[in-house]
Antibody, heavy 122, light 110 residues
């Protein structure tokens, strides 16, 4: 059974870089043909797309975050990674990793991690 | 402001049929598939409808999706108390080359 688990610091200081990993179990990122992505949700607000990546392609990013974000796959660790630089309080959110339905970049996400709350505060 | 527009709230009584709407534009809903997610309090979103009107395995047939031009709808028939949740629509947007979401509709079962 496919399982995704986010991990990383729960508190990040303003102007620093937020780094999260999503460990995938029950499937191999390198052998599977799916897009993988990150979505976040500020407290009490809606969902916001961060970025998504295929194991052999160029990532797609939310234009509003593109200058600060990097999404990548680590096939040796079977993990999905997120780096978001120069964070502010507006980046406080629950961060979800997810797997898409297929290898199509525009196919929705059907398997989600439980999410991890990251607060940006000094 | 979300790119896709949803009413912030909806309500119904048990057994009733409710519809949640999602309005977009030609670059997203009008030209790509629509997806619907259900989010119960404190949990991750769950895929409810994919590619406009398909249900993943395990999703009851009380849930159905439709799309017309730049608008989409999620219908829930035979409303149950456990359907009380937030519902989000999503679509790929060709202008921004990324996913856009609706602001979410909070469904209350009275």
């Amino acid at each position: 059974q496919l399982r995704l688990q986010e991990s990383g610091p729960g508190l990040v200081k303003p102007s620093e870089t937020l780094s999260l990993t999503c460990t995938v179990s029950g499937d191999s990122i390198s052998s599977s043909s799916y897009f993988w992505g990150w979505i976040r949700q500020p407290p009490g607000k809606g969902l916001e797309y961060i970025g998504s990546v295929f194991y052999s392609g160029t990532p797609y990013y939310n234009p509003s975050l593109k200058s600060r974000v990097a999404v990548s796959l680590d096939t040796s660790m079977n993990q999905l990674s997120l780096r978001l630089s120069s964070v502010t309080a507006a980046d406080t959110a629950v961060y979800f990793c997810a797997r898409a339905l297929s290898s199509w970049y525009d196919d929705g996400f059907d398997v989600w991690g439980q999410g991890t709350l990251v607060a940006v505060s000094s | 402001q979300s790119v896709l527009t949803q009413a912030p709230s909806a309500s119904g009584t048990p057994g009733q049929r409710v519809t949640i709407s999602c309005s977009g534009s030609s670059s997203n809903v009008g030209s790509n598939y629509v997806y619907w997610y259900q989010q119960l309090p404190g949990t991750a979103p769950k895929l409810l409808i994919y590619r406009n009107n398909l249900r993943p395995s395990g999703v009851p047939d009380r849930f159905s999706g439709s799309k017309s031009d730049t608008s989409a709808s999620l219908a829930i028939s035979g409303l149950r108390s456990e359907d009380e949740a937030d519902y989000y629509c999503a679509a790929w947007d060709d202008n921004v080359n990324g996913w856009v979401f609706g602001g979410g509709t909070k469904l209350t079962v009275l």
